[in-house]
């Protein structure tokens, strides 16, 4: 999707600004009816949304990733697909194929062409890891031109379009790891953990019982798309960009101001996407917070799920058990703010 980079000024763009506030304040509180606890999965899942991007999210069996992207997309009253990947999925089941169909006036036969499950707004790519490279593929163009191509004819995806694909971090036989240059395109990295036991205890308190649960729609398809025009034309200083680019460029062990444990741990670093999410997310955060400039702290607050999957590791921090969080962490400390702080 192209948008333009305005300045966030005019009347309307505050009027916007604050319907998308209380739109997001609505959408939290529905989605509270049946996810419990979460609260940073969710946060992610929604900045996610109002970007315009696509994230992973990673955790074990049971705790409701696929439950909170169904729910997200009842409480929105957007379209909705769940495509299981497995070792024996092929492109055409998720694009679609051309079948052959009679015409019942002329009683030929024509090519007529039968969408897949990626033609709905939010489609959630279940195990992505389970299938081999070339189906994930035919999932990641869809995610990058929000368009399909299928014997030689291009087919437009409906807006918004979203893909939340999951990761089962504990069972590695019989997956294909997504490729580093795949992983770059996906925003966040949501890592799920298990609930605090008060939490627990309330889960299985209300999945064990009869529920009734109806959900209002604070926010349509329509305001969904205004809002990620909106974040595009949120202002950014020199200083807070500066500050991004740089965080992001001493990720990488080849470059000369690149911290000692970066060079040490790290194999390769984050890509020029790290910051360009940094920056949306920041304008997204910003907004949500009731500002319109993106501060230092928007930045530090989206580290750590922008750069989990784009800072991959080597054999010493495997070896040490040193993850990607722990060396963004660091990565925080060592990078110096510019002097001229908004």
Do not use: C
């Amino acid at each position: 999707m192209e948008f333009e980079d305005l300045s966030l000024e005019s009347a309307d763009d505050i009027a916007l600004a604050d319907k998308l506030r209380e739109g997001h304040t609505k959408v939290l509180s529905e989605i509270h009816k049946l996810i419990i606890g979460q609260r940073e999965v969710v946060d992610q899942v929604l900045l996610t949304l109002f970007v315009g991007g696509n994230s992973i999210i990673t955790g074990v069996p049971g705790l409701a990733k696929t439950l909170l992207v169904k729910t997200l997309a009842d409480v929105l009253d957007l379209d909705f697909s769940r495509i299981q990947f497995t070792p024996d999925l092929m492109p055409s089941d998720i694009t679609g194929t051309d079948i052959i169909q009679v015409n019942p006036e002329t009683g030929k036969r024509d090519l007529q062409f039968k969408p897949g499950p990626v033609f709905s707004n939010i489609v959630l790519a279940d195990e992505i890891n389970r299938t081999p490279p070339k189906t994930q593929a035919a999932l990641l163009e869809a995610m990058q031109e929000h368009r399909v191509t299928v014997q030689g004819q291009t087919y437009e995806l409906t807006e918004p379009f979203f893909v939340f694909a999951t990761q089962n971090p504990i069972e590695l036989e019989g997956t294909y790891p997504l490729p580093e240059a795949q992983l770059d395109r996906f925003m966040f990295d949501i890592v799920i953990n298990h609930l605090p036991e008060d939490e627990e205890m309330e889960v299985v308190s209300a999945t064990t019982s009869l529920q009734d649960i109806v959900f209002e729609h604070a926010i349509t398809g329509p305001d969904i798309v205004a809002f990620q025009r909106l974040v595009r034309r949120v202002p950014v200083s020199d200083s807070v960009m500066r500050y991004t680019v740089d965080l992001v460029r001493r990720s990488r062990p080849e470059h000369p101001e690149a911290p000692a444990f970066i060079k040490e741990w790290v194999d390769y670093g984050a890509s020029v996407r790290a910051a360009q999410y940094l920056i949306l997310g920041g304008k997204t955060r910003s907004l949500l917070q009731g500002r319109y400039h993106v501060s230092f702290e928007d930045i530090q607050a989206l580290a750590r799920p922008v750069l989990r999957h784009r800072i991959l590791t080597n054999f010493h921090a495997e070896s040490e058990r040193v993850t990607s969080d722990q060396i963004t962490e660091q990565l925080l400390e060592a990078v110096p703010l510019p002097q001229s702080r908004m």
